[in-house]
C-alpha cells in the first residue's frame, strides 16, 4: 500500500470506528493511537534493518508520548485502531491482522520467559476490549471479540467471543450478519460522505473490510448469572414442589386422624355393645 493511501486508510479507521472523531485536524493532531501506529511504522523499520537501539528509542518516546508501548519488532496489519490507547501493551513476537480494535489497557503479551514466539497472533477484524490481556503465543480467530477484563490463554476460534478470568468461549459464529443490499447502502453513504468513488473497487473493498468489524463488545453473554439464573430456577421448582408435597403431606395426615379417630369411635362402640350384651346375658 503507498504512503499516502496507508496514511488516507488510518485517518478513516477512525472516522468509522469512533463517532467522537469530528475533523481530519482533530484526528491527527490528537488522537494518540494514530500517532502511537505512525511511530510504531518507523521503529518497525529500524528494528528490522538491524537498528535495535535507535527503533527502541523511538519505541520510549512513543510510550512517554501516548502511554502506550508497542515493541519495534511486533507486526501490525493495515486498518489498526487504538482508541483511547494508555496502558496498551503489545510484545515483540504479537503479529495483528487487518482491521483489529484495542481499547485502552489492553496487553498483548507473553507468558514466560521462552525464546522466539511467545506473544498472540491476532487475526483480521478482532475486536479487544478495555483491560483485555491475551497471553501466550497462540491465535485469535478471525472475527473474534475478547470481552472487557478478560484473561484469554488459550486459542480462540474464529467468529467467538470470549469472557472471563480465564477467557472462555461464549458465542461461536456470533458476528452480525449484513447481506449484500445492506453493505451497498451503508458503503454508499460512506463514501458520499467521504467523497469517495463508490465506483473504485478498491475504495468498496477496503470499506467492505472495515465495515466488518462488530465494535458490540459491551453486549456479551454473562454464562455466570446464566448458571446463577439457571440454580435459582432449579431452587425455585424445588421449593414448590415441597410446598406440594407438604400439602399432600398434611392432607394425609388428617385423612390418617379422621381414619384413626373413626376407628377409635367405632372400637368404644363396639365395646359398649359387647357390656350390654353381657349385662342381658346375666
Known amino acids: 500500500m503507498k504512503f499516502f493511501s496507508r ?14 472523531a469530528k475533523s481530519v485536524l482533530e484526528v491527527v493532531l490528537c488522537y494518540s493511537g ?36 508497542i515493541h519495534p519488532g511486533a507486526t501490525i496489519g493495515d486498518g489498526l485502531f487504538i482508541d483511547h490507547g494508555t496502558g496498551i501493551v503489545i510484545g515483540e513476537t504479537a ?4 482491521n483489529v480494535t484495542l481499547y485502552q489497557g489492553v496487553t498483548l503479551g507473553g507468558t514466560g520467559k521462552e525464546k522466539g514466539k ?14 483485555a490481556k491475551v497471553l501466550g503465543s497462540f491465535k485469535v480467530g478471525d472475527h473474534a471479540k475478547i470481552g472487557a477484563g478478560s484473561v484469554v490463554l488459550k ?20 458476528k452480525r450478519v449484513h447481506n449484500e443490499e445492506e453493505y451497498r447502502e451503508v458503503i454508499a453513504e460512506l463514501c458520499k460522505a467521504r467523497g469517495y468513488d463508490i465506483n473504485d473497487p478498491n475504495i468498496r473493498a477496503e470499506l467492505m473490510e472495515e465495515l466488518d468489524v462488530d465494535l458490540d463488545h459491551d453486549i456479551l453473554p454473562d454464562p455466570e448469572r446464566e448458571m ?43 365395646t359398649e355393645s359387647k357390656v350390654d350384651l353381657n349385662k342381658t346375658k346375666e
Do not use: Y
Open 228 to 270: 446463577i439464573e439457571v440454580a435459582l430456577r432449579q431452587i425455585q421448582r424445588l421449593e414448590s414442589r415441597i410446598a406440594e408435597l407438604e400439602k399432600e403431606l398434611t392432607a394425609a395426615r388428617a385423612e390418617i386422624s379422621a381414619e384413626a379417630m373413626r376407628t377409635s369411635s367405632l372400637e368404644v362402640t363396639l
Open 155 to 174: 486459542e480462540v476460534p474464529p467468529h467467538a467471543t470470549v469472557v472471563g478470568i480465564p477467557g472462555r468461549v461464549v458465542v461461536l459464529h456470533g
Open 7 to 20: 496514511i488516507r486508510k488510518d485517518i478513516r479507521v477512525i472516522f468509522e470506528r469512533d463517532p467522537a
Open 95 to 98: 503479529e495483528l491482522g487487518k
Open 34 to 69: 494514530l500517532h502511537a501506529i505512525w511511530l510504531h511504522r518507523i521503529s518497525h523499520a529500524l528494528f528490522t534493518r538491524g537498528w535495535i537501539v535507535s527503533a527502541r528509542l523511538v519505541s520510549n518516546f512513543c510510550r512517554f508520548l501516548t502511554g502506550i508501548e
Open 118 to 131: 511467545r506473544h498472540p497472533t491476532i487475526g483480521n477484524n478482532v475486536v479487544v476490549a478495555t483491560g
